[in-house]
């Protein structure tokens, strides 16, 4: 079991910027890769960033050059840098964890983000 707690979202303007945390807990062992996904009013649920075990990232075109996904292995975290941000990336953003069990993943409860015009 790994348990997933975001923090970090809020209202900005459109050009600012906003860092969400995750805080992972439980088997963290077990965790291959970690992503941060978004759900916006009426989309489906999309994947915003991925970061795997062995530290490759990747993105979703719509935020490559303007977010950042690392991590902080001895604190069991992971964030979501945002920069530039748009109208567009409002939405419920959720961190999501999968593990070798091959399970499905876990998710956090989300944060939402607002970016005002």
């Known amino acids: 079991q790994v348990q997933l707690v975001e923090s970090g979202g809020g209202l900005v303007q459109a050009g600012g910027s906003l860092r969400l945390a995750c805080a992972a807990s439980?088997?963290?062992?077990?965790?291959?890769?970690m992503g941060w996904y978004r759900q916006a009013p009426g989309k489906q649920r999309e994947l915003v960033a991925a970061?795997?075990?062995?530290?490759?990232?990747n993105y979703a075109d719509s935020v490559k050059g303007r977010v950042t996904i690392s991590r902080e292995n001895a604190k069991n975290m992971v964030y979501l840098q945002m920069n530039s941000l748009k109208p567009e990336d409002t939405a419920v953003y959720y961190c999501?964890?999968?593990?070798?069990?091959?399970?499905?993943?876990?998710w956090g409860q989300g944060t939402q983000v607002i970016v005002s015009s």
């Open positions: 439980g088997s963290i062992f077990s965790i291959n890769a």
């Open positions: 999501a964890a999968q593990t070798d069990s091959g399970l499905g993943l876990y």
């Open positions: 970061i795997i075990r062995d530290g490759s990232t």
